[in-house]
């Protein structure tokens, strides 16, 4: 069974920066699209950023030139890369794997402040 590990949460200012990063339990196949989502309160779970395994990636409009996906196929790991953080990205961020089902990890928690 895979797992997805998130790590690189926490607290940051507006205007500033986090990275998350996401690492699959396996190194076994090449996982062809992962990617982040998160949720806030009271709000439903919402994409983020996709990236898939030959290199193309997608982004929801209000991260888009903020937000960079990258990942490093032979490990299976992802990372977001946040800058210019608003109030608004406030959410706990899961990492996503499809495997023809969906593997979702624990989730971390990015609060920005004013």
């Known amino acids: 069974q895979v797992q997805l590990v998130e790590s690189g949460g926490g607290l940051v200012q507006a205007g500033g920066s986090l990275r998350l990063s996401c690492a699959a339990s396996t190194s076994a196949f090449i996982i062809d699209r992962m990617g982040w989502y998160r949720q806030a309160p009271g709000k439903q779970r919402e994409m983020v950023a996709n990236s898939y395994s030959e290199g193309d990636t997608d982004y929801a409009d209000s991260v888009r030139g903020r937000f960079t996906i990258s990942r490093d196929n032979g490990k299976n790991t992802i990372y977001l890369q946040m800058n210019s953080l608003k109030l608004e990205d406030t959410a706990v961020y899961f990492c996503?794997?499809?495997?023809?089902?969906?593997?979702w990890g624990q989730g971390t928690q990015v609060t920005v402040s004013s």
């Open positions: 996503h794997a499809k495997l023809g089902f969906d593997v």
